[in-house]
């Protein structure tokens, strides 16, 4: 008997370390890593708990998402800074319990020539103690470097404490020893590019380049407002332009431009100094018929001088008239006296806001651009796109106080390219912002810098003469022709000069004119304003030294369809 009761007692002693060790917490961890750095982890956790606790935390770690627990999906909660689960149970949990757990951690790998890896075996914030721990992680191919691992409580040395394999991209682990409460576990290793690419992820520059554009836009306003801007001037009608300001001269007081040969000559014309000839063959000939004097400017006697130096007749089709027309064309505006010695130039707030159209377009493409490689590229492109129909809006405006259409219609090409990115890049805050941004900036530097007072009363007489011009009634218009039948050809050029032939002419339509008495012309001019200023535009472009193909053409079956009839 005492013999039965003795070898009963021994296998008690035999089983009940058995029973202690089902009674810890085990936790067996299997992670598998992709070229993205996202790693999905399994934990399957034997968790024992000797006292019934209403409410278990599980943090996950840095990056969790989407776990599910015991094939239930939960929401990520914070637990102490740390992304994780939170269970919740009204009776509490007790005993030993079974978890079974996946989730995914995003973002594992960092840096840019040296990746990173950093994985939470146990994350921080576990606050029960683990008797045993295994764990397995697979990455996508093999490597070179060895891992490191660190705890709370054991720090760098807890490899020493680990039976640790490696072969061929499998890192396989086991703990020797039991860890704490509170205690954590990570990884980290050094790979390489080839094996976790460097992750593009969509959107990633749009808030810096949000905040570029902004910041040009606000430093661009800025500086017109500390360097350009002018105190507003306001249009009165007068029914005479200023007496200094010649009609080829007023693209330079109004808008900066260069001076126009055509116009100039066109007033030289009407005042008697010349004549011209306009041929079949849409040539112009300029027939000088008498010298110039101190009545004009010094600028006008020059170019005079200049033009019937060699000859009283000058061709506009020869190479002296064409190199003559391009240098008077690209020489520098006459705006002495116009603006402030201490102006600001426009073309510093167009650059920045061409910047900013730059900015805009990046983050527009960046947010649709889909993660690939050389993404930048198409990036950069995208943002001169916006660029350059930035740049064709500003001098849009010029063409309503200019006879050069061609700022209108580029501008006009500039806004409509602006809202097929906008629409393609789905980017409707971006395309607002940029095309608003630009309009205004086109209305600020319409007139060019600071202006002097003596600017700010030719702008207004120009204004105002170019309101009076534009306004004209019937009645007024047959009072005015019974007094001076020629009024139409005297303030043409002027008109054209302030972009408002065409509403000019309009106003002339049922009344006839006398045959203008300088121009002499081998194609049929009519009587009626509306027929007479498209040659006018013309003769003024031929002058320029830019005949067109189009309007050759044009003129010339104007001309054989006249002759015809």
Not at 533 to 543: E, G, S, T, V, W
């Amino acid at each position: 008997m005492r013999r039965f009761l003795l070898a009963f007692m021994c296998c008690l002693l035999l089983i009940f370390p058995v029973f202690a060790t089902e009674q810890g917490t085990n936790m067996q961890i299997t992670g598998i890593l992709d070229r993205d750095s996202n790693c999905y982890m399994e934990v399957e956790l034997i968790l024992y708990l000797p006292t019934p606790t209403a409410q278990l935390a599980l943090p996950l770690g840095p990056g969790a998402k989407n776990p599910v627990v015991n094939g239930t999906p939960v929401q990520i909660q914070d637990i102490g800074g740390v992304p994780g689960v939170l269970l919740n149970k009204e009776a509490g949990f007790s005993g030993t319990l079974s978890i079974s757990m996946t989730y995914t951690l995003e973002n594992c790998v960092t840096g840019d020539s040296k990746r990173i890896l950093n994985i939470p075996l146990l994350a921080e914030g576990f606050a029960y103690p683990v008797d045993a721990l295994q764990f397995q992680l697979t990455l996508p191919g093999p490597f070179e470097e060895t891992p490191d691992f660190v705890s709370a409580y054991l720090g760098a040395d807890v490899d020493n404490f680990m039976d640790l394999q490696i072969r061929e991209g499998v890192i396989t682990g086991t703990l020797k020893t039991p860890l704490r409460a509170n205690e954590h576990l990570s990884m980290t290793l050094e790979t390489t590019q080839e094996m976790f690419p460097k992750k593009v992820v969509t959107g990633q520059y749009a808030p810096t380049c949000n905040l570029l554009a902004l910041l040009c836009a606000v430093i661009a306003l800025v500086y017109w407002l500390i360097r350009l801007r002018y105190r507003p001037v306001r249009a009165v009608k007068q029914s005479q332009p200023p007496v200094d300001v010649p009609p080829g001269e007023i693209g330079c007081r109004l808008l900066a431009q260069s001076p126009d040969l055509a116009l100039t000559i066109i007033h030289w014309a009407h005042l008697g100094y010349v004549s011209l000839h306009f041929a079949k063959d849409q040539d112009i000939l300029l027939h000088k018929r008498m010298d110039m004097g101190n009545e004009r400017s010094e600028y006008e006697n020059r170019l005079f001088q200049r033009l019937f130096s060699q000859r009283p007749i000058v061709t506009c089709s020869s190479s002296f008239y064409q190199s003559f027309a391009k240098e008077i064309s690209q020489s520098k505006p006459r705006i002495k006296g116009q603006f402030k010695r201490h102006s600001g130039n426009p073309i510093h707030v167009r650059f920045l806001s061409v910047t900013c159209a730059f900015f805009v377009g990046v983050s527009a493409a960046d947010m649709v651009t889909p993660p690939m490689e050389g993404r930048m590229f198409p990036l950069l492109i995208w943002g001169v796109l916006w660029a350059l129909c930035a740049l064709m809006i500003h001098p849009g405006l010029k063409s309503l106080f200019s006879r050069n259409n061609k700022p209108g219609r580029a501008a006009l090409v500039g806004v409509v390219g602006l809202v097929v990115l906008g629409v393609l890049s789905r980017a409707w805050a971006h395309t607002f912002f940029c095309l608003l941004f630009q309009c205004v900036v086109s209305v600020l530097i319409v007139f060019g810098g600071k202006r002097s007072e003596t600017g700010r009363m030719t702008l207004q007489s120009l204004l105002g003469f170019r309101s009076y011009l534009s306004s004209l009634s019937r009645t007024k218009l047959s009072e005015i022709m019974e007094q001076n039948p020629l009024f139409f050809y005297d303030m043409a050029p002027y008109a054209l000069a302030l972009g408002i032939d065409r509403q000019f002419a309009t106003q002339f339509e049922t009344l006839r004119l006398p045959p203008c008495p300088w121009l002499d012309s081998d194609i049929p001019q009519g009587n009626r304003a509306p027929e007479w200023y498209p040659i006018l535009r013309q003769i003024a472009q031929i002058l320029q030294g830019q005949p067109s193909l189009t309007t050759r053409m044009s003129s010339k079956f104007q001309f054989n369809n006249t002759n015809s009839n």
